[in-house]
């Protein structure tokens, strides 16, 4: 006898550069960001990206720390910046269907850097949970 038994799969895959906003201004009235992950799913296989709100977060607020001080940005799933991203549970994953190759989806970002706020490099992390 000879068997097999097949499953669905999915695995994410993110551009080696991480999302940067570059260099901006003190009292940018905004800055934007743009990035892509991919993901490889079985094909019509439905799956959710989710994303946590970082290890600087107040609740759904997500910010980059340098030192104490921090620069608020949120990340969204459409280029008009009207859908944020949430992690995995919050209903406002980004959402596909496989179809047995890769897939790249945008991440968009948006930061507002105000007057007063102290130069340096600011970070966070933030990670992805593909759920299928």
């Not at 260099?23 to 799913?41: F, K, L």
């Not at 609740?59 to 001080?69: I, K, L, V």
């Not at 968009?108 to 990670?127: F, I, K």
Request: net charge negative.
């Amino acid at each position: 006898m000879v068997s097999v038994n097949v499953v669905a799969s999915c695995r994410l895959s993110v551009d080696t550069a991480a999302l940067s906003f570059g260099d901006v201004e003190q009292g940018t009235a905004g800055a934007n960001a743009r990035t892509e992950v991919g993901v490889t799913c079985s094909r019509d296989q439905p799956y959710a990206i989710g994303f946590s709100y970082g290890q600087n977060a107040e609740g759904t607020q997500r910010r980059m720390s340098s030192g104490s001080t921090e620069v608020e940005y949120q990340l969204y799933a459409d280029a008009s910046r009207s859908r944020p991203i949430g992690p995995r549970g919050s209903g406002s994953e980004l959402r596909g269907t496989g179809n047995g190759e890769q897939q790249h989806l945008p991440v968009y970002a948006r930061l507002d850097v105000g007057q007063n706020t102290p130069t340096g490099m600011y970070t966070d992390v933030v990670r992805m949970t593909v759920v299928w």
